[in-house]
């Protein structure tokens, strides 16, 4: 969310972002939101003129009754009644203002990075560097849960009677793997000096709101009925809230934590062959991280974020690549984001494992995350990246450990976390 000063000072340059984003629709709320505002300010000088002058009256009637001035108190008092109506009348148009101000906000995309590239949507995002040799064995790989099913791993049908499609149970080695890779990522992201955390599961509404748009909670968010909470869709949203409402000593900053959770999306349009797989699932496990930081250091937190996935990934053997996100593919409070991308060698092509993103203060805007400096309070910056989602990064995992005979190779630095197993068969 942008500060409103800035969209009453820039309303051009507001434009413009709104255009590089592709949302002409939106371009009308800058001059609404503008006029409101306008309206707001007027309300706000109005009614603290009219607070100034209860004050000034009420010390006259009070000097009217002391010299026995009744008549004069009298029509004070009458005065300063025709003033608390019009106060009362101006306070709620001035909750009015604002309420429409901030739904006006919420809605209108935060600046993008000068560096970010121009695009209408995911087609156009921009390969930046590829990590490792991407290699297609001589033999045909099959799908990943065709791999799973011969290996006793994973069990759809079942899953399918109970909770339907969306769901699986992993079963035996593949089960003991999803949980190894967790448990490395955790590990992997302690020694780069991350401090672990597993956080709530479920968030009230203003945390929600405060940390993703409008159309990303419908798409996303499972809410329990009757109460104002929302499973997470992935942890970065209850650790980023774990800060609201807070004023951080700057000296506690960079805070940098690393969490697991499980996640529960909706997937609205899901389709294709992925859906009878485990690539986009209703249910499944992560390993985040998420930076908490000074303005002026968040981009040099998103570089070191995007390369703890890309160098957890290549611990593991697989070829990864970095794919920058163009403006139209770009969520409305976010300044710059970077997909991971693994190789898929059934595929012969890259897919997405993880996503970094810098999200400026838009975050810490909505929910009021300050840092007392030494020269004031200022809002903090706040980032997120995946560690590793299995099991979509399973797919990866297995396709690219795969071996002619259907045996699965461990990388060594798994095995310490698979009991020393160096062949999954």
């Known amino acids: 969310m942008l500060d409103i000063k800035f969209v009453r000072e820039n309303p051009e340059l507001v434009k413009q972002n709104i255009k590089n984003k592709f949302q002409e629709g939106k371009l009308a709320l800058v001059d609404e939101v503008i006029e409101l505002d306008k309206q707001n300010r007027a309300a706000i000088t109005e009614a603290d003129q009219l607070r100034a002058d209860r004050n000034r009256l009420s010390k006259m009637i009070g000097g ?52 970010v590239p121009i695009g209408k949507d995911d087609s156009e995002n921009v390969e930046v560097q590829r990590y490792g040799e991407p290699f297609v064995p001589d033999f045909d ?32 080695d593949i089960a003991r793997l999803h949980s190894a890779v967790i448990s490395y990522a955790r590990d992997f992201m302690i020694d780069r000096g991350f401090t672990y955390c597993i956080p709530p599961y479920m968030i009230r509404s203003n945390v929600v709101t405060g940390v993703m748009s409008f159309a990303e909670m419908d798409a996303m968010m499972y809410k329990i009925e009757g109460e104002d909470l929302y499973l997470i869709g992935t942890s970065e949203h209850s650790m980023i809230g774990k800060f609201i409402d807070q004023i951080v000593p700057e000296a506690q900053l960079p805070i940098t934590l690393t969490s697991y959770s499980p996640c529960f ?20 496990e992560k390993q ?53 991308e693994a190789w898929s060698p059934r595929q012969k092509k890259y897919f997405e494992v993880g996503s970094c993103s810098n999200l400026g203060d838009a975050q810490a805007r909505r929910l009021k995350i300050r840092v007392n400096g030494e020269n004031g309070k200022y809002l903090a910056h706040t980032l997120n990246n995946t560690v590793v989602a299995p099991p979509r990064m399973l797919i990866a995992f297995l396709e690219n450990n795969l071996n002619a005979d ?18 999954i068969g």
């Open 64 to 115: 009217f009754m002391a010299k026995g001035e009744k008549d004069k108190a009298e029509e004070t008092k009458k005065l300063v009644a025709e003033q608390a109506q019009r106060l009362a009348e101006l306070e709620k148009l001035e909750a009015e203002l604002q309420e429409k101000i901030k739904t006006i906000m919420y809605t209108i995309p935060n600046i993008i990075d000068p560096s």
């Open 141 to 172: 790989i099959p799908y990943h849960t065709d791999i799973m099913e011969r290996l006793n791993g994973i069990d759809l049908d079942s899953a399918r009677r109970v909770a339907g499609n969306g769901f699986y149970y992993l079963m035996g």
């Open 265 to 284: 999306r909706k997937e609205k349009g899901a389709h294709g062959l992925e859906e009878r797989g485990v690539y986009r699932i209703h249910q499944f």
């Open 288 to 340: 985040e991280m998420i930076v908490v930081c000074k303005p002026e250091d968040s981009m040099t937190w998103f570089d070191k974020l995007w390369q703890n996935t890309v160098d957890l990934f290549r611990s593991l053997d697989i070829p990864v690549r970095t794919l920058e996100c163009c403006s139209g593919d770009l969520a409305d409070l976010k300044v710059k984001s970077v997909d991971v």
């Open 406 to 423: 259907g045996t699965v190779r461990i990388p060594e630095a798994l095995r310490p976390y698979m009991g020393g197993k160096e062949i």
